[in-house]
């Protein structure tokens, strides 16, 4: 693979058990690029290797006064300086394709997942790992997988160095070994130290990223409730933790670095020294000796590449086990497992429930095709849910008690580090929860979770309560697949976006009056609520979807704007299914059909002035009027309308009376 050939049209499916295991998929999928950067690497440094025992035949040569060996030693000289430079250079080549390509395949694995998990992944993943494992995780996870062929070609070379040694000059070669041994021995034990420490930086690391991110996330907040100090304390104490753990990592790996210098300088000295008795003892020549500190001079290069091999592999550890853990992860849709459990579900979801329009067998809640439907929640965060769940994002087992604990153990990491040798587990806390997975909802009889997610997506949208606008001109955010029936100036129309388009341009000056070339900041942060608001319910309307849910669209609105976003909306959207969350009676009066959901389930359906009158909780709820005031204003009404049924019945019973009386002197008096 090479760069030029990215993206991967099929990055393949990871293994996820573990951070170590889809550190090794990695490695397998690269299998011809690392033998390529392994034979290139042996190459390199081979031809390195092999300058000490050239300089010896020159020296040799010199003693000698050969001159046709000095020619010899000369051309062979050239022929390794040569072999140095294609190797250097097809090995850097090589190992940044190996290193860019394993994180390009891990990006697109993310980017596949993130967009499959939808809303589940802000349940079940916090923003701050999100972050780590979209950026500084990938670089270090492709280092660690293109670090494999340098340290594989590293260590052929020493161990072929350490037997042609022992064959040349067995006393010298077998000091040099027992050398290299004791040099293992020492760095080795450290290692696992070094990893930890490293696994506490990134930890740390991780939490202060999250922190940031939410920072930022809810400026605007701290700055209406003046908790920018707190905040800022609470970083700038995040930021001093990891600076502190880095210092420690830091320690750790010069300590280690510094054994790695200091003690093969003293194994050369004493290779040296013992080496000069056995010349002066006329055991060896001159030029033997010369081979022979070179060759030992030569191990310091692979050792230093083993150390960057164990310093890659520390941080990229949790990195994996982060990505892992992210990749791991799975809608309730798919957890439901193979196709014949899919079959099963469709053939007991279809079983029952009408065959047309948005229907949920949970709830009993049934959205008509081709009318608009309101549907009101006496619980804010259950209409949320609701909404997700009729857009084929149900909330599985597993999502609701991650999403507290994130705060303090995800980041990056070391939940990370506890999940580092088995992330598995989210799988299988996924699959255990796979049980309590409710059945999906139905679109026209069909189970939204056997339709292929492309499908099922493009079928229907969910706009939640709290819309992401993605920086970029206007003309860019509203530029989203759609039927093309709804154009970009009727939905900036039917949202009410006049005052928006206004103020856009008026903070765009390079615009130059088009609103569609104004500029949006990151999340429409310059704008107002509700101005965020009516964008995000323009996209949605210009998309066209057979079926759009909407959660609060427009909760952040004027009653006015309101009034008028709701009579262009039902005339809009006329013709198709839509599903509107909301307690404002301005968008209430305007749907074909008002669904009462009371704790899991429908209470009541009709319109909304028919619940008005018949509910009281529904009442309670659209009045923000609290149900023992409700229930008492029902009361008294009850009792208002039984007096007056008293009344007009004692009013009639004696009009009949007096129409007796009235009749009985008619008939005296005919009588007379």
Known sequence: MQIRDLPYSDPGTPDVRSGLRLLLWLGRKQWGGQLKALGWGVLQLASIASFPAVAGLAVTAVVH???????????????????????????HRVAVTNWITAAARI???????????????????????VVAVSTGDIERIGWCVEAVSRFSAALLTTLGVCAALVAYQPQLGLLACAGMLALALTVLPLLPKAT???????????RATELAADTVAGLRVLRGIGGEELFLARYRQASQQVRHAAVRTARMWSFIEALQVALPGLLLVGVVWYGTRLALDGHIAVGELVMV?????????????????????????????RAARVLGLRRPGEERGAHAGREQSAAASSDAGPREGLYDSLTGLHAPAARLTAVVCGDPDAAGRLAERLGGHPASAADAPEVGAEAEAVGAGTAGAASADDP?????????????????????GVPLDTLPLEEARAAVLVQDKDPVLLSGTLGELLNVPSSGRVGAAEALNAAQCTDVLGALVQGSPDAEGDPMRARITERGRSLSGGQRQRLALARSLITDPEVLVMDEPTSAVDSHTEARIARELAELRAGRTTVVFSSSPLLLDRADRVVFVQGDTVAATGTHRQLLRSDTAYRA???REPQHHADASRAREADASRARERARTRTSQRDQRAQTDQRAQTEGVESA
């Open 65 to 91: 006064r050969s001159g046709s060996d000095l020619a010899l030693a000369g051309v062979a000289m050239a022929v390794v300086t040569v072999a140095v430079t294609v190797g250097d250079t097809m090995l």
């Open 107 to 129: 990006q697109q694995l993310l980017a596949r997942r993130t967009a499959a998990l939808g809303a589940t992944l802000t349940r079940r993943v916090a923003a701050g790992e």
């Open 196 to 206: 930890r420490r490293a696994d506490a930086q990134r930890e740390r690391a991780g």
């Open 293 to 321: 500190y070179g060759a030992i001079s030569f191990l310091l290069l692979p050792l230093q590449l083993f150390g960057e091999f164990a310093m890659s592999y520390s941080f990229s550890r949790p990195s994996a086990a």
């Open 424 to 444: 598995g587990g989210s799988a299988r806390a996924g699959q255990q929860a796979d049980a309590s997975v409710p059945p999906s909802v139905l679109l026209n």
């Open 621 to 623: 709820v659209v009045t």
